[in-house]
């Protein structure tokens, strides 16, 4: 457990015996309090506790990438430990908090493979799991607390306490609250009750001192008393506040380390005087750093998708998300940068995390989704892709085999499951013109393209060139070979008019396989019209119909040359 403890020197033990403190509360109550309160959590701290770790989620919006990963951490840690993940379900913003949110967060967790012991929808030993379901346990502890003397009640309206602010600010101190409540007598807390003022329960701060904890990522942390002031962890309208509700949450279901984002920092000095108030034995935090966009600042929408169900709809895997998320700020010491979920588990420790901030790289997850994606046992990639040709509309129910072979020829350039489609129907496009026109292709062009079209014409309505695609490999390359021969090219000179002739385009995968598989698509049914498939034959009509002379012409080749589209 961190080391966290109020220095020597507090006056937390004089705060309760100063005589303008309420007589009703005497110090040796809180002492039994502590005792009683203790065992509704942990007896004690201890190194052999069972880990237990929390992922609290606001339903308030999407799940952040920032979110998953800290998730993800305390999955890890969890499981790395022989521990349990807890999801619990922080709703107690009751004007943003909605059920739709709560189940989008949940999904998109599991989504991740994420999978939780305890939680709203499990249920656990430690229910229940929404803070809105665990008013009763908050205001039970609130009222203890206030027994004890360590909170107290105060009937400070808006106004005053916007005065007080004023008043601060005028002086350049710290907008703290400056204690009208928390010497009251009872005679004067009886007179405002009777009268039916609204009050809060405040929390009293020591004056002097300081508190520090041990945090697993950052080392010492610490805090001088005197900047906080007394806090209110109980609203006019009997709503607790957030510190009150994760102090009392995290106890009760006793968290052994709190791991979070370090945007919590602030408040674990609040959290760490409800626990000692409460004798609540302390679990180890853990603060990780933030997710950064590129140029430094907070990843936030501006910088593109955030959440995680944005990246689930553009295509990207659950694994490649868990794998990159995980390396946002851990590593495990070597060059290695592809892992599983059950590699992470086996190497994640707490003490390899980064406490700087680590930049979100949007080109670096596609290109790790990609790495994964063709991981995938062949049989799954193909059917896969398959699956997603034909839910797009462009394949349809075939026995051809056409899908495994354009899964086989496409996987190595698809990066993401949703660009199967573009590549799918590039492959199947003929945008002849438009690369003839292109000062790409010129040197193709100006090196006697047209001798080799000649020929290209020639061999196909002979059959020649149909027989050879009929042959498959062996059959196209032993056509390419004699074809180069007769006009007297090879390389460069001979595969580039080849290609752009045949597939309409500069670049692309093997130029045989491709031959091949849009010879196979005009004849096996499998490709539908919604594709704008271009077939063999078509593409030859198109061939025969280009001015050959006039496009090798310098002046404005691309008037004279290509007719208007058909």
Not at 40 to 50: G, K, L, M, V, Y
Not at 58 to 84: C, D, K
Not at 144 to 158: E, Q, T
Not at 268 to 294: C, D, E, N, W
Request: proline content about 5%.
């Amino acid at each position: 457990m961190a080391a966290t403890a109020l220095l020597a020197g507090s006056p937390w033990l004089r705060l309760r015996l100063r005589p303008d403190a309420p007589a009703r509360r005497p110090f040796a109550r809180h002492i039994h309090l502590r005792r009683a309160l203790s065992s509704r959590a942990r007896a004690s701290a201890s190194a052999s506790d069972p880990v237990r770790v929390r992922f609290a989620p606001s339903p308030t919006g999407n799940l952040h990438v920032g979110g998953a990963r800290t998730a993800l951490f305390n999955y890890l840690f969890a499981r790395s430990n022989g521990g349990r993940f807890v999801l619990r379900v922080e709703d107690t913003d009751l004007e943003r908090s909605t059920r739709r949110s709560e189940e989008a967060v949940l999904a998109d967790l599991a989504w991740l493979g994420l999978q939780w012991d305890e939680g709203p929808d499990v249920g656990g030993e430690f229910g229940p799991y929404r803070q809105s379901e665990r008013n009763s346990l908050y205001k039970e502890y609130a009222e203890k607390l206030l027994d004890s003397g360590a909170v107290y009640r105060c009937f400070c309206s808006n106004e005053e306490l916007e005065q007080m602010k004023e008043f601060a600010k005028q002086r350049q101190l710290p907008p703290v609250y400056m204690g009208k409540w928390a010497t009251a007598s009872d005679v004067e807390v009886e007179q405002e009750l009777e009268k039916g003022t609204p009050y809060t329960y405040r929390f009293r701060v020591p004056k002097e001192g300081s508190l520090k904890i041990n945090d697993l990522i950052r080392g010492e942390v610490s805090w001088n008393l005197d900047t906080l002031g007394d806090f209110v962890i109980m609203r006019s309208n009997g709503q607790p506040v957030y510190n009150f509700c994760v102090t009392v949450d995290d106890a009760t279901m006793q968290i052994s380390h709190v791991i979070r984002a370090e945007e919590h920092l602030p408040n674990t000095l609040r959290q760490a005087l409800i626990y000692k108030a409460l004798g609540f034995p302390m679990p180890s935090f853990a603060h990780v750093s933030l997710i950064l966009a590129p140029d430094k600042s907070k990843l936030s929408k501006r910088h593109g998708a955030t959440s995680v169900g944005q990246y689930k709809e553009m295509g990207y895997l659950p694994q490649a998300m868990v794998n990159y998320l995980a390396l946002l700020g851990w590593g495990d010491g070597t060059e290695n940068e592809f892992f599983t979920i059950d590699d992470l588990v086996e190497k994640f420790t707490i003490n390899r995390v980064n406490k700087s901030g680590a930049v979100f790289d949007a080109m670096k997850l596609k290109w790790m989704n990609g790495q994964h994606l063709r991981s995938f046992p062949t049989d799954e990639l193909i059917k896969a892709f398959e699956d997603r040709w034909k839910d797009t509309g462009i394949l349809q129910e075939s026995e051809s085999g056409f899908a495994k072979e354009a899964a086989e020829l496409l996987k190595d350039g698809i990066d993401l499951i949703t660009e199967a489609d573009a590549a799918l129907t590039n492959l199947l496009s003929y945008p002849l013109h438009a690369t003839l026109s292109s000062d790409e292709a010129k040197p193709v062009v100006q090196d006697k393209i047209s001798e080799v079209a000649l020929g290209l014409i020639s061999a196909y309505d002979s059959g020649e060139l149909t027989q050879a695609l009929a042959e498959g490999r062996d059959g196209w390359q032993k056509w390419v070979k004699g074809f180069g021969k007769a006009l007297k090219r090879k390389g460069k000179g001979l595969f580039m008019p080849l290609r752009v002739l045949l597939t309409g385009k500069l670049h692309g995968p093997d130029m045989g396989a491709s031959i091949a598989l849009i010879h196979k698509a005009g004849i096996c049914g499998a490709v539908t019209p919604q594709s704008n498939f271009i077939t063999l034959d078509e593409r030859f009509r198109i061939l025969k119909e280009v001015d050959w002379e006039s496009l090798v012409k310098e002046e404005s080749p691309s008037e004279s040359a290509i007719p208007a589209a058909s």
